[in-house]
């Protein structure tokens, strides 16, 4: 053994640092976010690379081994604002927060160190809060597991959204993984450490912004999958959540274990995993593809200019979500389609009910992050309120719709789901809440007036101790006679009555002697206690804490009761998203002049008048001028049965590439279910889509590769 009391003191570990390094070896990848007072502290390594990567000044702390610690911190109270910038830089980190009051730790001597744990890991794939987040974007975490090897492997693939709670599974074959990987656009991915080193596998999924998480093949383990599964959405088997193939429940296992290990003794809590060829399977488009048609944003990486952006009339943050998602996997079933497209022409065809409806649903606030961060206990007041407000929405729209006499069956579900919606609850969350409550429990003032009598006992004695010491003071001129007498207080002795010398013999004799107690006598004035004024001042001295208590104890009960209310809230929510898409696109098809196309199981194309939907909004814009309708038949002629290609060639500007994205996000728009921007439209249902154009093109603002270059 190593006597450590002969080592150099530079060298000798303080209990302090002792801590932090054992803490930090169990997290290694991580930055370490160290709770100190009001501050989190990074060391060492993690101190530097922060320092550089927030641009927040480097400092040192003591010595260790003979060289100056170095380190930064940043306040708590703007933790979020640094971890929005580190996740976007791809760091992960860990936060360790205090377990103690320091109070307690000095209990057990002098020099010991208060308990300090990591509460949660902070990856890309898994935060909760809205200042890290993107209302309107999904924030998914992606597994993948491999079985097999060669042409025959078969890859699972298992996303989650933490912050909103959705679960889906797929699995493809090699050929498809990469387009699969760019229509979930993950924030990050977590796969075995094998298959992160796999070469094969190198090109498909190291891209550019996304994080890349190799974790232990135990995670994804076939033969423990099933057992993982159900444990974590506590059921006995997994044949309700229908059948799932190797590779899938690898995956799944995976995404929930790697979940669970970030969220540190806290279940996220998630929809049980829904296999994607349940909803009748999506249009495979590859990145190259994906990216050429803009379709969630310009080449240039940005929102505005794509189609996304040009079809967006959606009014609430859970239907731009259901939008992106609609329009990144377009549906190749007939019957899905169809249906969306029903809700979509009825709406178009009554502008008056839709105005009512788009206007109701934009009072609706989401409800799926916040009932997501009150299960993960990072959840305040407002999230309480967002999802009473979001009830009380369904519940007004759901009354709405069953007053219509027929509806398309997309619309009768989203309306039953909505009528669903707990009132009981909406009723109890904005009677119990204020209208604007904080945003974090402990800052208190966000239960109503009225709805606790202790905790409005409390707060009146908080508020209003002068008035409460003035009354009791008035009592006291009554009961003896003295009019002089006051009420005072200073740090030694708290409250205390004061009066003259001349008029203290009065409080001396009965019948004051057993209410006034002397305690201190100065020159011309002689001060008492009383009973009364005693616990006056407990109560006072408790009244702040015993309030914020009281609203604590409130938070909690309200939490319970939505959690227990879950699958209803969760269901309303998807109602309402569902109702806002549909609304969107009937909105924008009633403006333009957009028209339902014909969507069935054929080889037929054939588009008359055709325009460029993102185009034709930017001349709207800037000239005013309008877009030139082109017409394309690719289909099988009468008596033919194979379909056409067509040549297109002409001079640089002249249009080719915008004839070409034109058919293409027309084929979009149609199998999302929406109306196209054309005379008519009949369209065979494309299960593949291939372009490829100028790498510099910006045709939001006519520019060609050609003029660019």
Not at 5 to 28: C, G, V, W
Not at 177 to 184: G, K, N, Q
Not at 206 to 224: H, I, M
Request: with cysteine; glycine share 8%.
């Amino acid at each position: 053994m190593t006597d450590t009391s002969a080592r150099d003191p530079d060298q000798r570990l303080t209990p302090f640092m002792e801590q932090y390094l054992e803490i930090k070896a169990a997290n290694p990848d991580s930055l370490l976010f160290y709770r100190m007072g009001d501050f989190y502290e990074l060391f060492f390594g993690d101190a530097e690379e922060a320092s550089r990567a927030l641009g927040i000044v480097l400092t040192k702390r003591g010595k260790h081994l003979g060289e100056d610690i170095p380190m930064c911190g940043v306040p708590i109270h703007r933790a979020d604002e640094y971890l929005q910038r580190l996740i976007a830089l791809g760091f992960r980190v860990a936060v360790c927060e205090q377990l103690e009051d320091p109070a307690e730790a000095k209990k057990r001597g002098a020099k010991s160190v208060v308990r300090r744990d990591v509460i949660r890991l902070v990856t890309p794939g898994t935060i909760t809060e809205d200042t890290l987040l993107d209302a309107g974007v999904a924030n998914h975490l992606l597994a993948i597991a491999r079985v097999g090897a060669g042409e025959t492997a078969r890859f699972g693939l298992a996303w989650v959204d933490v912050s909103a709670g959705s679960f889906r599974v797929a699995a493809v074959e090699g050929g498809r993984l990469s387009a699969e990987i760019a229509r979930i656009d993950p924030r990050e991915i977590v796969l075995p450490e094998k298959l992160f080193e796999d070469e094969t596998l190198k090109p498909l999924i190291r891209r550019e912004k996304l994080a890349l998480t190799p974790v232990s093949a135990a995670l994804f383990d076939g033969a423990t999958a099933e057992a993982r599964i159900a444990a974590y959405f506590e059921v006995a088997a997994l044949d309700g959540f229908g059948r799932f193939e190797r590779a899938e429940l690898s995956a799944i296992s995976g995404v929930v274990a790697y979940v669970e290990k970030t969220q540190v003794g806290l279940k996220a809590r998630l929809e049980p995993p829904r296999r994607e060829s349940d909803d009748g399977g999506s249009l495979s488009i590859d990145p190259g593809t994906r990216a050429n048609l803009e379709i969630m944003r310009t080449l240039a990486g940005e929102r505005q200019g794509s189609l996304l952006s040009a079809i967006d009339r959606t009014v609430t943050p859970n239907g731009r979500r259901l939008l992106a998602e609609r329009l990144s996997g377009p549906s190749t079933s007939v019957a899905v389609i169809g249906r969306r497209a029903d809700a979509v022409a009825f709406l178009t065809e009554d502008p008056t009910f839709r105005r009512q409806l788009r206007e109701a649903l934009a009072t609706a606030p989401d409800m799926l992050r916040p009932l997501g961060r009150l299960a993960l206990q990072r959840g305040g007041p407002r999230d309480l309120a967002a999802i009473g407000r979001g009830l009380i929405a369904a519940g007004t729209i759901g009354a709405a719709l069953a007053r219509l006499p027929v509806v398309p069956e997309e619309i009768v579900r989203a309306r039953d789901a909505a009528l669903e919606a707990p009132q009981d609850l909406a009723e109890t969350l904005a009677a119990a809440l204020v209208d604007e409550p904080p945003l974090l429990k402990r800052d208190g003032g966000f239960v109503r007036a009225g709805w606790s009598a202790p905790l409005d006992e409390a707060r009146e004695l908080s508020a209003d101790s002068r008035r409460l010491i003035a009354r009791l003071e008035a009592d006291y001129v009554e009961a003896t006679g003295i009019k002089s007498l006051k009420i005072r207080h200073n740090n030694v002795l708290g409250f205390f009555v004061e009066t003259t010398a001349v008029n203290a013999d009065r409080l001396r004799e009965p019948p004051h002697l057993e209410r006034f107690v002397h305690r201190q006598t100065l020159a011309g004035v002689v001060r008492f206690s009383t009973v009364e004024l005693a616990d006056l001042e407990a109560k006072i001295a408790s009244a702040g804490d015993r309030a914020l208590g009281i609203e604590g104890e409130i938070f909690e009960d309200m939490t319970r009761r939505v959690l227990a209310a879950e699958p209803a809230i969760r269901a309303a929510a998807e109602a309402l998203a569902v109702l806002d898409v549909a609304a969107g696109l009937a909105e924008l098809a009633d403006r333009d002049g957009w028209v339902r196309p014909i969507v069935e199981e054929s080889l037929a194309f054939s588009i008359v008048g055709g325009r460029h939907p993102v185009v034709e909004q930017a001349l709207a814009v800037t000239t005013g001028e309008p877009f030139v309708a082109n017409g394309c038949e690719l289909g099988p002629r009468d008596g033919e049965a194979d379909g056409r290609l067509l040549i297109v060639t002409g001079p640089n500007m002249g249009g080719k590439s915008t004839y070409l994205r034109q058919n293409a996000l027309i084929v979009l728009l149609a199998q999302i279910g929406g109306f196209v921007p054309a005379t008519s439209a009949r369209i065979g249902v494309v299960d593949k889509l291939f372009s490829r154009v100028g790498a510099a093109d910006d045709l939001a603002r006519g520019r060609s590769t050609f003029m660019v270059e």
